[in-house]
């Protein structure tokens, strides 16, 4: 079974976003984990979903310090906020020259909005702005259909994609077919944008089994950290 080696990307901030149910928010909080342990260097995660209150990053906010990773949110009672909040440390994260940010950015072009009011705090040769496509979804199961969705939130945003991760799943039930199936659309959205597919993200097991011959883009394998209200009571209950 093949190796899975982290997909380094050589820009200081990572920004994800994507449509809602995209799996963006288990990208982001898998590559901010990523980088703590590969790499020799301060990490933090700026969780600015105000889309969905059941899949946010903040969720998994002590395994993310746990691992080393600094976890910017809202406080106290502003914690589960459905407000588009700019803290000024999260500004300051994205303008300091050192350390990795990743921005997890909420879903389709409602939630890209709230990157607008700080574009200026990006400079073109600091940052990757990436999209987070699910084949499998219903708005980006085709190229024209994501391109769409890709210009709603590029306007949204007032920033342009850099890059697509190819993220298609059916949680418990994605093969490797399914997922060559989503890096054939990626590569070809890809084509048609202009910009380039930067991984492949997949679940462990998956991920181990896809051919470096087919899959010819860096796969990163996903530990699952999103749980949903139920799965997260259940574990509570089962102590682990």
């Known amino acids: 079974m093949m190796q899975t080696p982290f997909p380094a990307l050589d820009k200081r901030v990572i920004v994800f976003a994507g449509a809602y149910g995209s799996g963006k ?46 976890v910017i949110i809202p406080q106290n009672e502003m914690r589960h906020a459905d407000l588009p909040i700019i803290l000024p440390e999260i500004r300051g994260a994205i303008e ?11 879903g389709d072009d409602v939630g890209a909005r709230v990157l607008s009011s700080m574009v200026d705090a990006f400079t073109p040769e600091g940052y990757e702005f990436l999209i987070v496509l699910n084949a499998r979804r219903p708005f980006t199961s085709d190229v024209a259909g994501s391109l769409k969705m890709m210009r709603a939130i590029e306007l949204s945003a007032r920033l342009k994609f850099t890059g697509i991760v190819s993220n298609t799943h059916l949680i418990g039930e994605t093969t490797t077919a399914i997922v060559i199936e989503g890096y054939k659309l990626a590569k070809e959205v890809g084509q ?19 051919d470096p011959n087919v899959v010819k883009v860096p796969v990163f394998a996903l530990s699952r950290q999103m749980l949903k209200p139920w799965e997260e009571k259940i574990k509570a209950l089962c102590g682990s």
């Open 192 to 210: 048609a944008a202009e910009i380039p597919v930067a991984f492949v993200s997949v679940v462990t097991e998956v991920a181990k089994l896809l």
């Open 96 to 106: 300091r020259p050192d350390g990795k940010v990743v921005v997890d950015v909420g």
């Open 25 to 70: 928010t288990e990208v982001a909080v898998n590559y901010a984990i990523g980088l703590a342990t590969s790499q020799n260097q301060p990490v933090s995660i700026i969780d600015l979903d105000i889309v969905n209150p059941y899949f946010r990053s903040r969720q998994a906010a002590g395994e993310m310090e746990a691992q080393g990773v600094q």
